[in-house]
DNA sequence: TTTAGTTGACCTGCCCTCTA
DNA sequence: TAGAGGGCAGGTCAACTAAA
């Protein structure tokens, strides 16, 4: 079969300096698919019948019906926002000129569980302001002499802005909980941070020992790359590997089934920490509870599950050497 | 030089117990 | 009874190493 060449048609490629190749409309759009509502600009839309709409294309094509449609000049300054009402552009098209659907309070319900705030932020900047003073200039235009339309209209409006206000306050809710997150992560730094020159645990004038001797070593000459390498090596030293395998920090308490390592020792593992990184006497309890601790309480049970980790190993070895052998 | 596997340290969330 | 503190399991990440 021959066919008749086909006519591309170039891209219009978009450019800054020739903004009006493309609308500013902007749309409400109601996906058919999950009810799912979302502003879009209009020139996302790639087809538009009637008041229905096709986004993406192929597998990903979705349908969805304009709920309501309003030109923004986005180029427009916020300064001029602050002007009066009696500049007010008006838009292109009405609310009354798309089909008329009501929001019920159930769809602002949806917004709540299916918004795309991403999507929303996009245009959060801009959106209130300019899009309650597009819907005051619906309200108060003379579009529709007709008292029960203006009566629509207005309820609408105060849909919509209801609808505005949620967005609003999903958005906040959101960067709270962002920033929530955020605090607890710069909490967690800052003491690493601040605390890694444990200058706050030290005193000016207090002397140390150059020497601190368990079973003929120096531990003051173990080397580690921070004070919590330095403890888990003096742990290694100072205890047996099966005793870090299945001990807890001292001290031991009755609810909890391992025992605590020897007390003694783990003086020793104080003293050495402490000369080491010539940590004040007064101050080395609150170091060891808000720094150390917490590591070498994870080193001991990392160590379990590496002695757990290796004994199941063993194991798997030991039968495949006894199937071999028989 | 790249890639895959290993290892150790750390993070997160859950559960349990204690205490004010 | 709620909050704090601790143990633990599961997961992630980065550093290291050996093989291709």
Redesign the pocket.
């Known amino acids: 079969m021959q066919r008749s060449q086909r006519i591309i048609n170039a891209p219009i490629k978009f450019s800054p300096s020739q903004p009006h190749l493309y609308s500013q409309e902007n749309c409400l759009l109601r996906f058919e698919d999950n009810n799912e509502l979302l502003i879009v600009k209009c020139s996302s839309i790639n087809s538009i019948v009637d008041d229905r709409g096709i986004l993406g294309a192929r597998a990903k094509r979705r349908y969805a019906v304009i709920e309501a449609k309003d030109e923004i000049d986005d180029r427009q300054s916020d300064d001029d926002l602050n002007d009066s009402d009696a500049r007010n552009d008006m838009p292109k098209q009405s609310l009354s000129t798309v089909r008329k659907r009501k929001l019920s309070a159930s769809v602002v319900q949806q917004m709540d569980e299916n918004l795309d705030i991403d999507s929303l932020s996009i245009e959060s900047g801009v959106f209130t302001k300019k899009r309650r003073r597009s819907l005051e200039n619906l309200m108060h235009s003379n579009v529709s002499p007709n008292a029960c339309d203006k009566e629509n209209q207005t309820l609408e409006a105060r849909v919509v802005y209801q609808t505005i206000d949620d967005m609003n306050r999903i958005i906040l809710q959101n960067l709270e909980k962002k920033f929530a ?1 955020f605090s ?2 710069l909490n ?2 800052i003491p ?1 941070a601040v605390h890694q020159h444990l200058d706050s645990y030290r005193e000016k004038d207090e002397s140390f020992p150059s020497k601190l001797m368990y079973e003929g070593q120096n531990l003051l000459e173990i080397r580690g790359r ?1 004070i ?2 330095y403890g ?2 003096i742990l290694k030293t100072l205890y047996t590997s099966q005793e870090l395998g299945s001990c ?2 001292p001290p031991a ?6 025992p ?1 390592l020897d007390p003694v020792r783990f003086n020793i593992f104080h003293e050495a920490v402490r000369i080491k990184y010539k940590l004040s006497f007064l101050h080395y309890d609150n170091c060891y ?1 808000k720094l150390i ?3 070498m ?10 002695q ?3 004994a199941k ?1 063993q194991a798997i070895s030991d039968r495949e050497q006894d199937i071999r052998n028989d």
């Open positions: 997150m607890k992560k967690q730094l690493n921070d919590y390498d888990r090596k807890i920090l308490r009755n609810h909890l089934a391992r605590a509870t601790r917490p590591r309480c994870d080193f001991l049970i990392d160590e379990r599950k590496r757990s980790k290796a190993q």
